[in-house]
């Protein structure tokens, strides 16, 4: 048996270092790519605690959590700097030490045994594990804390020392500076005392009271812990309960609400065999919480503690497994692995006494190399299934904000006071007119100011005269066109190729100098004022003779005047003889500047928009001369009275709310 063993940790030894390699050499390329919106707020929060600007007890912004993540990743930010993966560095740390909490935790519960040693090698090679410890946020310090609360607690049960009583005690209330989710999980180390004192009791035996001093001496120094943060709490009571409110599910005392809570609590257990969490940042979509060897580990460790049930360790892991999930069940997105990630050193001992027990079960001679197969197998799975596929999935990059991650780091090297652009990627929405505070992080917030961003596919946004230089940042693998529009029209602007690490595009940085004055070739000059917001200057007509069921392909010259708190769209109308109906307009087309991705209350004034537009013709459209003609209106999904602007030309001569462009000559369909 000694000799299976030593193959088993030979086996062990060898995973781990297999594990470790792999982290060491995808961590050159920044896994996960990207900076998500939440990371970037942990560290504009962890800068602002370095400069002395605050001292937090609770994060009011972003919805409000707690603030231990925060001080954490301003450690390597004053070590390293403003770099990107600090909080990841962080929580890569912290994820660590819950690897170590949770082999103390499996050595306090089971001593004498190798169960706390296995336990830590599952934790580190679980893919929920190593996603939330390489995500540069707050879940993983729940697991982290869970682990060494429920250590300290088992340490004291099995000491009956106070001293350990009180380290408890100060484990559990950090936890509350940690996630909001590790609130509930004081219950699980309630229980467990409180059941370890019942059945002391009722055995009659004289240590029962020890236990309740002790629980007691803990209880009472958690609340010294969180001390602090229950006065902030009193003084805000609507930050207690503001995420909780936010995210639980409705419910009522009726039996639907049952059947609701029944049926997520099927998922949320199901999330370990069958669906996991569909999020990409939480997991790879989908796959169960557990691979298949971790499965059968888990299930043989479930066989072990009902064979032992009468033991107090077997309550603790049921209970820690049950109350850990009641988070995805009560709340919305179910399962959600952030928010019962305290289950996960809970899952570690449970597959470790599988391993435990089946080391006992097999055979000695193939046991150890069996079991120690198995698990080189589930690690070499899980590395491979993150580090490759799951790292290299584009919902990944996109659950991760990776293309406003790429624009930051692409424009940081523009020079002060530059405008910048980032072409191909989508604005915010109306209502919600800013960058988030993966701008702020990456540029400060005079560049996060000065960034404007657009479909490069759809227009080209130019400073008619750069008085200051302008900086674009293009994606070659999505945008083909900004690159020669930009070398028209400025002829003086320099480039240069650049490989983002990290993420997958390759990146053109073009520069413009100050002092050019944007080229812009049209074939028909045609100078209209749209009221107060912008200026036609001219425009170029790519199909002169369409036929019916085909194309008409405009490109419009805009000058921005002003901007407009209410987004505009741009319509264009084929207008001809009425039909039986009375209606005039033959075909058309309306959208916001660049394909509904640069509005107009985002644009800057003196800027030069270049946009195209495709007009589909009806199939039976009659042949015929017909007038296209364009305008501007109030978008209805803000404003519903959907009121037009009014034009003038040059000589200031009203023309209307639509202007007419050129007589259309329109053929025949193709026989």
């Not at 919600?432 to 227009?459: H, I, M, V, W």
Request: aromatic share 12%.
């Amino acid at each position: 048996m000694a000799k299976n063993r030593s193959y088993l940790r030979l086996a062990c030894i060898i995973g781990v270092l297999l594990v470790a390699a792999f982290m060491r050499l995808w961590e050159i390329s920044k896994i996960p790519p990207g900076l998500h919106d939440d990371e970037s707020y942990h560290l504009l929060q962890a800068q602002a605690i370095l400069a002395g600007k605050s001292l937090p007890i609770f994060i009011t912004g972003n919805n409000g959590y707690e603030a231990m993540v925060v001080y954490l990743v301003a450690i390597p930010l004053a070590i390293i700097g403003p770099i990107t993966w600090a909080g990841r560095l962080a929580m890569g740390m912290a994820g660590v030490v819950g690897v170590a909490t949770t082999i103390r935790c499996g050595n306090e519960m089971f001593p004498r045994r190798q169960v706390g040693t296995f336990a830590g090698l599952v934790l580190a090679t679980l893919m929920w594990n190593i996603d939330f410890s390489r995500f540069g946020s707050q879940p993983i310090l729940a697991a982290v804390i869970a682990a060494g609360g429920m250590a300290a607690v088992w340490r004291a049960i099995r000491t009956g020392r106070r001293w350990a009583y009180v380290a408890a005690g100060v484990y559990l209330g950090l936890g509350l500076y940690a996630y909001v989710a590790y609130r509930i999980f004081l219950f699980i180390p309630a229980g467990a005392l409180a059941a370890i004192w019942v059945t002391r009791r009722l055995a009659r035996r004289d240590d029962h009271l020890p236990v309740l001093v002790g629980g007691l001496l803990a209880g009472g120094t958690a609340l010294l812990v969180f001390a602090p943060l229950g006065v902030f709490f009193w003084q805000h009571p609507d930050m207690f309960l503001n995420r909780f409110q936010e995210t639980t599910v409705p419910l009522t005392a009726q039996a639907s609400s049952v059947k609701t809570l029944l049926s997520n609590a099927r998922i949320a257990f199901g999330s370990l065999f069958f669906m996991g969490d569909a999020n990409w940042r939480h997991n790879f979509a989908g796959r169960p919480a557990l691979d298949v060897v971790q499965a059968v580990f888990f299930l043989l460790g479930l066989v072990a503690t009902l064979w032992r049930w009468p033991q107090p360790q077997s309550w603790t892991l049921w209970l820690w497994l049950v109350v850990g999930f009641v988070p995805s069940i009560i709340t919305e997105e179910n399962p959600h692995f952030g928010r019962t990630i305290v289950v996960t050193p809970a899952l570690a001992l449970l597959v470790a006494l599988g391993i435990d027990l089946a080391l006992k079960w097999i055979p000695k001679r193939v046991g150890g190399w069996a079991v120690g197969l198995a698990l080189i197998l589930s690690i070499v799975l899980t590395t491979l299934e993150y580090f490759g596929v799951w790292a290299s999935r584009p919902e990944v990059f996109d659950a991760f904000e990776g293309q406003l991650a790429w624009a930051g780091r692409a424009l940081r090297s523009a020079p002060a006071g530059a405008t910048l652009y980032a072409v191909p990627l989508q604005p915010p929405g109306y209502d919600y007119p800013e960058f988030g505070a993966t701008a702020d992080y990456l540029l400060g917030p005079t560049g996060k100011a000065n960034l404007r961003t657009y479909k490069g596919q759809s227009c080209l946004v130019a400073p008619f005269e750069t008085s200051s230089p302008a900086t674009y940042a293009i994606r070659t693998d999505e945008d083909h066109t900004t690159l020669p529009a930009l070398k028209a029209a400025f002829p003086a602007g320099t480039y240069a190729q650049l490989a983002l690490l990290g993420d997958k595009p390759d990146t053109i940085v073009f520069q413009v100098p100050p002092g050019q004055t944007a080229q812009a070739t049209v074939t028909v000059s045609k100078s209209v004022v749209f009221g107060d917001l912008v200026d036609l200057v001219g425009y170029t007509l790519d199909t002169a003779t369409p036929r019916a069921g085909g194309q008409i392909h405009l490109t419009a010259v805009w000058k921005a005047a002003s901007l407009s708190k209410v987004p505009y769209k741009i319509f264009l109308h084929l207008i001809g003889p009425p039909k039986a109906d009375g209606n005039i307009v033959y075909g058309q087309a309306d959208q916001q500047p660049c394909a509904d991705s640069y509005p107009t209350w985002w644009w800057r004034p003196g800027e030069l928009i270049i946009d195209t537009y495709a007009l589909q013709l009806p199939a039976d459209i009659p042949p015929g001369t017909y007038s296209l003609q364009i305008g501007w209106y109030k978008d209805p999904n803000v404003d519903p009275s959907g009121t037009r602007l009014q034009a003038v030309d040059a000589t200031g001569q009203p023309l209307g709310d639509s202007v007419p462009l050129e007589d259309i000559l329109v053929l025949t369909s193709e026989p």
